[in-house]
């Protein structure tokens, strides 16, 4: 994920696009997601047929409202158990769109799942996904926002295959999944040679390092608490935490406030429309310097599940995760 630093002048916010600094290098991060526990499918592949049923998910995050050219996502991805059998398939799509169509990054992955029963409630899964980035970057519209002449070749369509894996545990009031979903490191561009007048840097996509973990208790016979937790680990950049807390009221409404280590406060909310359909809602608002601009009014996320209930007859875990 590209990393931005905000000049504001005259009532203009400009986004410059520079990436995380540690001694010259210059890393990208995977998106990040609020709602995250209703989107393992895009950082482990070993969740992939972990419901039991037909599960198809879309996440939209606009993130920074307000201000140009802020980072916006969009993942869609579907995953199923095969009938009859332990393994699991799934499908993953993953687009970053930065600088209103300066930089689109694209992922696309397949991922295959195998299930081992451990014990009479948990099950243990392995996961492997392949796939590829998509980059593309235009250097002209990045200098549309940054003051400094940033010189360099576009890239279009820049093909990086991958591959990850992920293992993840199981129960009807637990879960436990540790992750990297891309294994190979790639160089994206570097003119640090190329002009000295120039903006100069290097951008490497570093390997991602996920651990997701959640338990839901029953408070009463009409309420569930869910705490949860999902840390996220890469060369070059701090550990981020998240925390969440939520409620989940009759099977059908839930609630609850998340926190992201030194970066943001959130409110997430989410109804079960149906058995087959959930629509989830998430509110950031960042407790770094970004936040205190009156340009930024928060970042948001709208998440949309549908599911083919009893297709399978084997429902694993609560609509809670």
Known sequence: MVKYIINHKRHFVSLIFIFTTIGGLLAQQDAQY????????????AYAGSRGQLSLAG???SQWVGLDGAPKTFTLNLHSPIRNSKLGYGFSVIND???DGVVQETYLDAALSYTIDVSAEGKLSFGLNFGASILNL???????????????????NKFQPNFGLGVYYHTNKFYLGVSTPRLIASDYFDNSQRDSNSVQFLSKEKINFYLITGLVLDLNSQ?????????KLVGG?????DLSASFLLNEKFSFG??????????????????DQIMLGLAYDKETTELGSTRFNDGSFELFLRFELVKSFQRLVSPRFF
């Open 257 to 274: 406030v998340a926190y992201r280590w030194d970066a943001a406060f959130s409110a997430l909310i989410g109804f079960q429309i149906s």
């Open 138 to 156: 235009d250097f002209n519209g990045l200098n549309n926002f940054d003051n400094e002449p940033i010189s360099g070749d576009n890239i279009d």
């Open 237 to 241: 950049a701090p550990l981020q935490v």
């Open 97 to 99: 769109n930065i600088g």
């Open 34 to 45: 609020t709602q995250y526990m209703y989107n393992t499918m895009s950082v482990n592949p």
């Open 59 to 61: 996440l939209y995050r």
């Open 223 to 231: 309420l569930k608490f869910k705490p949860a937790l999902l840390t």
